[in-house]
């Protein structure tokens, strides 16, 4: 059973011990350095950390570490990887090896890169352990600041460490630290208000962990979380924030009304900021009228809503809670206030999809006015060793090799025309990266967009009506190649050289419309750079 721990408490019985041993942390992010904006952008959990190591008086710093490279020096290293980096990373560390005290952690909040983490934490540890025996510990589960104190006050007292903490003794949100945030902090703070996550999609790492004695969701009081904010505002001159929690409203019955008391001391408070948040489309059909309008009044610009397919036949198989039709009646509901920046999350091939599901699922992102967005019209379903759709793909035969946990699980699809689709339209990414540049490009206007008080005044005006065009045009493009590829004779599905002639048009509308957008940020506005990750930007090797 998960225990919950006050750091207040804790740090008062540090003072206590001798500092005399206070052994250097550096907080190493891996990247690959090959372009994708995963590379600038550090997981917020190193932040987190490095503000309780603060308070407790341990020297510590974040660095990104080129992997091809050697990390700073220091006594201990706290590695944070995501799937993409984490074999090579692992790989790498053994030249540090006998140099420093290494461990592995990843307890960032977004679901789809915890690869240390769900029901499958201790075999995966394990696994890393006896492959690369200079890795001295693995934190495994949830929110490692407990953890890495623990570790540090054993390394001080001389204490034996053991290969891995207990992940069930987690620090209580409402009692550590405000954030920190270090002089080169992007202008776009990633913060917290709860972790974990109480729905059950089979897809999901933190919900495939619900089914255990572990606490499935640790949130903040409202008005502490409101006062992080406010103190990173003040203290920091920060003023948008990504919130990452899975669910913005969760805590069951009691969500609506911790959003709600969130959003009301927002409005209250006054404090002139942009935020974006993750809600449940049910959450957002039982909100009145009057409560959307007080999200935007609250600095909500941007809602991300997991609607993950456009057949019921896919949503029942991933235990989402939501039908197809509620979906679209609350991404239409958003649109057509025009206050939000609507992102849908969507999940268009999966092992299970046929051509005729494929169609079905294209022409819900057309009525919805979202075939533009490259991601929703290509995203794979990502298998996660030990999740509850890796099990379902184990009892039906399409996992094509179970050998590797550190991975995404490798799968057969039951329709082998889907496969070849799916795989060409993830080369796409490579063969003309003006389509993952357009698809920035479109994120990038979005952003600046929905978070500018009058986005339609004359100076931004004439750039935004052509930039509608410009989507529209490209969502029809997307639109017909997708269903051309349906359609195309059998013997040509797969081939990338069609394909890529059908996308020629991109590199055109893409310089016109790059040329545009730098006018648009040379004003005086702040300019967003939308995050994505290496697997969104270069596709999965598959």
């Known amino acids: 059973m998960s225990i919950l721990f006050d750091f207040k408490i804790i740090k008062k019985e540090w003072e206590k011990i001798p500092k005399n041993n206070v052994p ?57 990887p995501m799937f993409a980096t984490i074999e090579k990373c692992c790989k790498s560390l053994g030249e540090i090896k006998d140099k420093a005290i290494i461990c592995l952690g990843n307890s ?22 006896s492959r690369y025996p200079y890795i001295n510990l693995i934190f495994s589960g949830k929110n490692h600041e407990y953890s890495i104190s623990c570790m540090i006050q054993n390394i001080m007292l001389k204490r034996p460490l053991t290969f891995q903490l207990n992940e069930e003794h987690i620090f209580s949100l409402d009692s550590l630290p405000f954030m920190y945030l270090p002089q080169n902090y992007p202008q776009v703070v990633r913060i917290r208000s709860s972790v974990g996550c109480r729905a059950v999609c089979t897809y999901c790492i933190e919900s495939s962990s619900n089914n255990t004695n572990s606490i499935n969701w640790i949130g903040m ?20 924030f990504n919130i990452t929690d899975s669910s913005f409203e969760d805590a069951e019955s009691k969500g609506n009304m911790r959003l709600m008391t969130i959003v009301n001391d927002l409005i209250d408070r006054n404090i002139g900021i942009s935020l974006k948040i993750h809600l449940r489309s049910e959450t957002v059909k039982s909100l009145t009228d009057d409560e959307i309008l007080k999200l935007k009044k609250a600095g909500i610009d941007i ?6 397919s456009g057949v019921d036949t896919d949503l029942k198989e991933f235990k989402k809670i939501s039908s197809a039709d509620t979906a679209k009646d609350t991404i239409n509901r958003l649109d057509k206030t025009g206050l939000f920046f ?36 290509t995203n794979w379903l990502l298998v996660y060793y030990g999740s509850r759709m890796h099990d379902n793909l184990l009892k039906k035969k399409l996992v094509k090799c179970d050998e590797d946990p550190i991975a995404y699980v490798s799968y057969n699809f039951s329709d082998e025309n889907v496969r070849k689709i799916a795989q060409t339209m993830n080369m796409i990414k490579k063969r003309v990266p003006e389509v ?81 957008f730098q006018e648009l940020i040379s004003k005086d506005i702040l300019f967003v750079d939308t995050w994505f990750s290496n697997v969104n930007v270069f596709g999965l090797e598959k």
């Not at 502490?224 to 505002?233: A, G, P, W």
């Not at 809602?303 to 993950?308: A, F, K, P, Q």
């Not at 969507?346 to 490259?374: A, G, H, S, V």
């Open 342 to 377: 609507t992102i849908l999350g969507y999940l268009m091939f999966t092992p299970f999809t046929t051509l005729e599901l494929l169609r079905q699922k294209i022409n819900y992102l057309n009525d919805l006015n979202r075939c533009w967005d490259y991601m929703n019209m």
């Open 303 to 308: 809602i991300v809503i997991g609607v993950e």
């Open 436 to 516: 993952m540049n357009m698809h920035k490009l479109f994120y990038d206007g979005y952003n600046v967009f929905s978070r500018l008080k009058d986005p339609l005044k004359q100076e931004f005006k004439v750039f935004f009506e052509k930039f509608f065009i410009i989507q529209r045009q490209i969502g029809k493009l997307y639109y017909d190649i997708m269903l051309k590829l349906i359609d195309i004779s059998p013997q040509y599905i797969g081939e990338i050289s069609i394909a890529e002639d059908m996308f020629l048009p991109v590199k055109e509308i893409y310089f016109t419309l790059k040329q545009d």
């Open 221 to 240: 009081e409202g008005k502490r979380f409101v006062d992080e904010i406010e103190h990173i505002v003040h203290v920091f001159n920060r003023r948008i």
């Open 24 to 80: 250097k942390v550096a907080l190493l992010y891996p990247v690959l350095n090959i372009g994708a904006s995963a590379d600038m952008v550090a997981p917020h959990s190193l932040y987190y950390i490095q503000s309780t190591l603060k308070e407790l008086d341990v020297p510590c710093d974040i660095y990104f570490w080129d992997i091809n490279g050697t990390p700073e020096e220091a006594d201990v290293y706290y590695v944070h």
């Open 108 to 129: 960032d909040q977004h679901q789809h890169e915890m690869c240390l983490g769900g029901l499958q934490g201790k075999k995966i540890a394990h696994y890393l352990l």
